[in-house]
Nanobody, 115 residues
């Protein structure tokens, strides 16, 4: 089973940017990959996903501000987050479609947007 580790979370001011990284312990080329987040007192939600073809999909709340990308050679997935807002504060999780089917989640990485 491929393990995923998320990192890159930090405290940033509104309007700032962060780049999250998801590093897989094995190959991800045959998986759709996604980023999810869970804010304080909120349910976990899908933020962005990228299919094997490279096609992407975003939650309405992040369209135009976040960009998901993947590097299969490095077994990595990225989330570039620009124009961050306080409501983007959450723990961000990376996942693959295989792990989602099994209900497996990593530790996530904390993003806090605050002045």
């Amino acid at each position: 089973q491929v393990q995923l580790v998320e990192f890159g979370g930090d405290v940033v001011q509104p309007g700032g940017s962060l780049r999250l990284v998801c590093q897989a312990s094995g190959s991800i080329w045959n998986n759709a990959m996604s980023w999810h987040r869970q804010g304080p007192g909120k349910r976990r939600e899908l933020v962005a996903e990228i299919y094997i073809s490279g096609t992407t999909n975003y939650a309405d709340s992040v369209k135009g501000r976040f960009t998901i990308s993947r590097d299969n050679a490095r077994n990595s997935v990225y989330l570039q987050m620009n124009s961050l807002k306080p409501e983007d504060t959450a723990v961000y999780f990376c996942n693959s479609d295989e792990r989602l089917l099994r209900g497996l989640w990593g530790q996530g990485t904390q993003v806090t947007v605050s002045s």
